[in-house]
């Protein structure tokens, strides 16, 4: 991988800020459809969490599960999953479909019809 010296002012996606070589960003998730049951607890868990489940939290007056999670390394493409009550969950807002690099991703991988997957995070901090 190659490393470009120069800086530019690029836009960044809502959600993510510049800090150098790390960047913070938000994760969020709702139910599919209004009325339909809260889970118990919402999780993230990908290469930024070293693969362990962090909690979002829930957000009562919009119904939506959120969190911030900060230092996320920049410049690679990370994996990730939202577990929603333990289970592997669609995640609208991913970069992206991979296929899991190794075992620890495979366990939390979503079903696909082409195979178990995990999300993708593009960290450019260029």
């Known amino acids: ?26 994760f969020r998730w709702q139910p599919a459809k209004p ?11 990908g290469t930024f969490t070293e693969w362990k489940p962090v909690a979002l939290a829930h957000d009562h007056a919009t119904n939506h599960w959120q969190i911030i999670l900060h230092h996320i390394p920049g410049n690679c493409t990370h994996h990730y999953m939202l577990l929603v009550d333990g289970q592997p969950t669609s995640h609208k807002h991913c970069d992206g479909l991979a ?22 995070l593009f960290s450019n901090t260029k």
Request: a positive charge; glycine letters at 6%; zero cysteines.
């Open 1 to 26: 991988m190659t490393h470009k010296t120069h800086h530019s002012h690029h836009s960044h996606a809502p959600g993510t800020t510049k800090r150098g070589t790390h960047f913070s960003k938000a």
């Open 35 to 45: 009325g339909d049951p809260n889970p118990a607890k919402v999780e993230i868990a």
């Open 99 to 120: 296929v899991p690099a190794n075992a620890q991703e495979t366990q939390f991988a979503l079903a696909t019809a082409r195979g178990p997957r995990v999300f993708m």
